[in-house]
């Protein structure tokens, strides 16, 4: 109460610019026009850079100025002469914002739009840590639309994560950027409990569900913003206890484990992360000569039966030319097309014929079928 009067009889500059400490963070009672520095990369983050820019047209008090920050794209082809943009490039441009490519952050500056300094830092889906000079630079810090409930799913691959989880809802979380570590921000909104029913939860890929998710992050976004809850030090409970981790995905997550993992599991890691891959020897001789086989087509679980046969050891049929490989929980999967390490895709069993993998002793599997089956099992 002795602040407030006081402060009544400052100029009503003064007044307007008054702060308070709040659990150790600034909450402002008036705020600048926002000059933006938004980080982005794909077609996650190019929803949320469109959505302010059609704010900064139509609220300018909010909006002052928007500048891109984006990665080098990527030489790639013959010689290395091709380069491929990221795709907030296009969008960036197509929008005539001033955009700045960079292979990272160090000795980069901060543009300054109308000679002015940045006053707050987005970041979405980009992949880089904004290091702490450029954040405690900018006036109102930084903040980050994340695509998962946080804390669970903290990480690269929210979205492929939630679906090898078999999750059936999801959610955006507004928080702001931690100046050491990804995702360790506080949380300042998220979607509502229970959060957003994910659609056809178990045939959804990962960019059908990341165009569903996109707008929504972008919506949450220009809530915090209007609503002033990135710059008034609330922290809301997390609306999720639990806390799956959501790490980058690597080839290791595609190496298919026959020994643990059950048909549906191998299914659905094809749709989220395929194609799968696995090692099988080539010869009977061939002490540890193993080569890799990428199952490129997926694989279709089929109706039928094989006794006493171990979990991915393939068989070939003689009525056609996929690979039937049964799983540790007795469902048989076939692949139709595959491609075995130093050659082209393949039908399955022409693949595995020519690599050696294949004993030409048939066997019988059932009563009537005869089939061909490998060496050994697929590891």
């Not at 395929?274 to 009977?284: I, N």
């Not at 007795?330 to 693949?351: D, N």
Request: net charge positive; proline share 8%.
């Amino acid at each position: 109460m002795i602040i407030r009067s006081l402060l009544r009889k400052c100029p009503l500059r003064l007044q307007k610019s008054y702060v308070t400490l709040t659990r150790r963070r600034l909450v402002i009672n008036s705020v600048d026009p926002l000059r933006i520095l938004f980080c982005g990369a794909d077609e996650f983050s190019i929803a949320s850079l469109e959505a302010l820019d059609h704010e900064k047209k139509v609220n300018p008090e909010l909006i002052e100025s928007l500048d891109v920050v984006c990665k080098v794209g990527k030489k790639h082809g013959r010689g290395l002469k091709n380069v491929r943009e990221v795709p907030i490039v296009d969008a960036a441009q197509e929008l005539s914002l001033p955009l700045h490519k960079i292979e990272n952050f160090t000795g980069w500056e901060c543009p300054r739009p109308q000679g002015q300094g940045i006053n707050l830092v987005i970041a979405v889906s980009f992949g880089l840590l904004i290091p702490p000079r450029i954040l405690q630079n900018a006036k109102y810090g930084g903040i980050n639309v994340h695509p998962s409930l946080l804390p669970d799913f903290r990480g690269a691959a929210p979205i492929h994560w939630a679906l090898l989880h078999n999750c059936k809802a999801t959610g955006i979380t507004l928080q702001t950027l931690h100046h050491h570590y990804f995702d360790q921000g506080d949380i300042l909104l998220q979607t509502p409990h229970p959060g957003l029913e994910i659609p056809n939860p178990n045939t959804i890929t990962p960019n059908k569900l990341s165009a569903f998710l996109a707008p929504k992050g972008a919506e949450l976004l220009l809530q915090g913003l209007r609503e002033r809850v990135i710059l008034s030090g609330s922290n809301p409970k997390p609306r999720s206890s639990l806390t799956r981790p959501a790490p980058k995905i690597t080839p290791q997550d595609r190496h298919i484990d026959w020994g643990k993992w059950s048909a549906q599991e191998i299914l659905c890691r094809h749709r989220v992360i395929g194609p799968l891959w696995s090692k099988a020897a080539a010869g009977r001789l061939a002490d540890g000569n193993e080569k890799r086989i990428i199952w490129s087509s997926g694989f279709e679980k089929v109706h039928a039966t094989m006794e006493d046969t171990e979990p991915g050891l393939g068989l070939i049929s003689a009525s056609d030319s996929a690979i039937y490989v049964p799983t540790i929980d007795q469902q048989i999967l076939r692949a139709e097309s595959a491609i075995v390490e130093g050659s082209g895709m393949k039908p399955a069993s022409h693949a595995v014929k020519k690599a050696g993998m294949v004993n030409f002793d048939p066997r019988h599997v059932g009563e009537t079928t005869e089939a061909l089956q490998l060496w050994s099992p697929f590891t």
